[in-house]
Nanobody, 113 residues
Framework: QVQLVESGGGLVQAGGSLRLSCAAS????????IHWYRQAPGKERDFVAV???????DYADSVKGRFTISRDNAKNTVYLQMNSLKPEDTAIYYC???????WGQGTQVTVSS
């Protein structure tokens, strides 16, 4: 089982930036696609971004042009660079390896207006 641990969340003003990290333990990390999801209070968990094993990426329309997902397989880590943050980006952010059924515990991102 791959263990995932997110970090990097916090409180930031609108227009600011944060970089989230998702550190994985276990082998075969480089063979997996890694997803980021987020869940705002009272809402469903929504897809944010994904990076495939070969570096291909996809984003939710709401974050395109502002968020960038990347990975460092040598460090077993995936990053989510978030720029031009908006109050509506406030949520708990989770990384996941869906194929392995692995989810992190989440990291809180709060964007103040």
């Amino acid at each position: 089982q791959v263990q995932l641990v997110e970090s990097g969340g916090g409180l930031v003003q609108a227009g600011g930036s944060l970089r989230l990290s998702c550190a994985a333990s276990g082998r075969s990390f480089s063979t997996y696609s890694i997803h980021w999801y987020r869940q705002a209070p009272g809402k469903e968990r929504d897809f944010v971004a994904v990076i495939s094993w070969n570096g291909g990426t996809d984003y939710a329309d709401s974050v395109k042009g502002r968020f960038t997902i990347s990975r460092d397989n040598a460090k077993n880590t995936v990053y989510l660079q978030m720029n031009s943050l908006k109050p509506e980006d406030t949520a708990i952010y989770y990384c996941a390896i869906r194929l392995a059924g692995s989810w992190g515990q989440g990291t809180q991102v709060t964007v103040s207006s």
